[in-house]
């Protein structure tokens, strides 16, 4: 089983849509957990971390299930500007983060 | 404030050739790292600065690939002898303190070894 796994998507979505990423992790002994996004071309930028108690931000909501090794991320009301790869990030302490390879997005007007 | 910068930004170069590409942290961060990223790919770690403690090599592919920290600021990875599957996006990136901690990614370096 690979460290950290997504699904590659594409998501194709309409404007408006909610739609939900899932990232699953091998490492049960992993401490801290991110989702970054990365546009066509350009390097990865933090966009939340992911907190033990879920946490929110605007139209973005992130979850963690430890007994499951997974987090999620939840994208209401999805906007042309989200179209992007999200990346999920696990820190395992001592270690490299280690990314995954990416979900893509694309919002359909 | 000024982000992480790389330079060159692109670079080719032929087959068997030593590149050097260029990193310079956020000012004050004191952790430096080194990835690659090749096309459709995630990101694969290379090399971790922090500090003045030794550098976490572990994920330099080859003995082919270094880098250099110097002064606790700026960074240089060198490929020699250059390969083909060497050809990626090598990507910078800092953060203030230690590994669990936000990091900032430069633009990127896109080498192509022809």
């Known amino acids: 089983r690979k460290e950290v796994e997504q699904d590659p998507g594409p998501f194709n979505v309409p404007e408006g849509a909610t739609v939900a990423f899932n990232c699953t992790y091998s490492n049960s002994a992993s401490q801290s957990f991110f989702w970054y996004r990365q546009d066509c071309r350009k390097e990865p930028k933090l966009l939340m971390s992911?907190?033990?108690s879920g946490n929110e931000d605007g139209r973005f909501t992130a979850q963690l299930n430890r007994a499951s090794q997974y987090i999620s991320l939840l994208i209401r009301d999805s906007k042309l500007s989200d179209s992007a790869t999200y990346l999920c990030v696990v820190f395992s302490g001592n270690t490299p983060l280690v990314f995954g390879k990416g979900t893509r997005l694309s919002v359909i007007a | 404030g000024a982000g992480v910068s790389q330079s060159p930004s692109n670079k080719v170069t032929e087959k068997g050739k030593d590149v050097e590409l260029r990193c310079d942290p956020i000012?004050?961060?004191?952790?430096l790292y080194w990835y690659r990223q090749s096309l459709g790919q995630g990101l694969e770690f290379l090399i971790y600065f922090q500090g003045n403690s030794a550098p976490d090599k572990s994920g330099l592919p080859s003995d082919r690939f270094s880098a250099e920290r110097t002064g606790g600021s700026v960074s240089t990875l060198t490929i020699q002898r250059t390969q083909q599957e060497d050809s990626a996006v090598y990507l910078c990136?800092?953060?203030?303190?230690?590994?669990?901690?936000?990091?900032?990614f430069g633009p990127g370096t896109r080498l192509t070894v022809t």
């Open positions: 992911v907190y033990s």
């Open positions: 000012s004050g961060h004191t952790a």
């Open positions: 990136a800092s953060s203030l303190l230690g590994i669990s901690y936000e990091q900032y």
